[in-house]
T-cell receptor, first 110, second 115 residues
Framework: RKEVEQDPGPFNVPEGATVAFNCTYS??????FFWYRQDCRKEPKLLMS???SGNEDGRFTAQLNRASQYISLLIRDSKLSDSATYLC???????????FGRGTSLIVHP | DAGVIQSPRHEVTEMGQEVTLRCKPI?????LFWYRQTMMRGLELLIY????????DSGMPEDRFSAKMPNASFSTLKIQPSEPRDSAVYFC?????????????FGEGSRLTVL
């Protein structure tokens, strides 16, 4: 089992749609969780951290489910500019190394 | 403050040639990471440094790859000899445990093509 697994997609949705991605991780001792966004031919950039209580930033909501070992990202009212690859990142459990998932591709169309 | 700076942005070389990629981390950051990204394998950690000391190089593919960090503001990743399968985007990233968020700051990457 890979350490961090994501559905590669692509998720193809119309503008205004709500879309959700999940990411599962194998190390139950993991402590820090993040979502990064990567635009085509660009570097990854932090979108948001994921806290145990869940957190929201505008149209984006991130949640953590420790019991089932997954994190989720919900995007409401999708915009064309949300088209990108979303990378799940997990850290901790005895390692400082952040482990990246392969990413989920989102395409928002008019 | 400037972000992570990588050079060259693009490199095209022939098989067997030596390739050197360079990275300048954000000032004050004490962790530096080298990643490789391909369509097939995603982002792979090659090596990381803490306070200029290599901590984990288990991701370095083979002896053809080497990395150094002679000081806090400079690191190199060298491939000698290069092979076509080394073609990828190589990212350097830095962060500081003191920042607290754990955010990694990436450079714009070096896109390597080995013919």
């Amino acid at each position: 089992r890979k350490e961090v697994e994501q559905d590669p997609g692509p998720f193809n949705v119309p503008e205004g749609a709500t879309v959700a991605f999940n990411c599962t991780y194998s190390n139950s001792a993991s402590q820090s969780f993040f979502w990064y966004r990567q635009d085509c031919r660009k570097e990854p950039k932090l979108l948001m951290s994921v806290y145990s209580s869940g957190n929201e930033d505008g149209r984006f909501t991130a949640q953590l489910n420790r019991a089932s070992q997954y994190i989720s990202l919900l995007i409401r009212d999708s915009k064309l500019s949300d088209s990108a690859t979303y990378l799940c990142v997990v850290r901790g459990g005895g390692s400082y190394i952040p482990t990246f998932g392969r990413g989920t591709s989102l395409i928002v169309h008019p | 403050d400037a972000g992570v700076i990588q050079s060259p942005r693009h490199e095209v070389t022939e098989m067997g040639q030596e390739v050197t990629l360079r990275c300048k981390p954000i000032s004050g950051h004490d962790y530096l990471f080298w990643y490789r990204q391909t369509m097939m394998r995603g982002l792979e950690l090659l090596i990381y440094f803490n306070n200029n000391v290599p901590i984990d190089d288990s991701g370095m593919p083979e002896d053809r790859f080497s990395a150094k960090m002679p000081n806090a503001s400079f690191s190199t990743l060298k491939i000698q000899p290069s092979e076509p399968r080394d073609s990828a985007v190589y990212f350097c990233a830095s962060n500081s445990e003191l920042v607290g968020t754990g955010e990694l700051f990436f450079g714009e990457g070096s896109r390597l093509t080995v013919l």
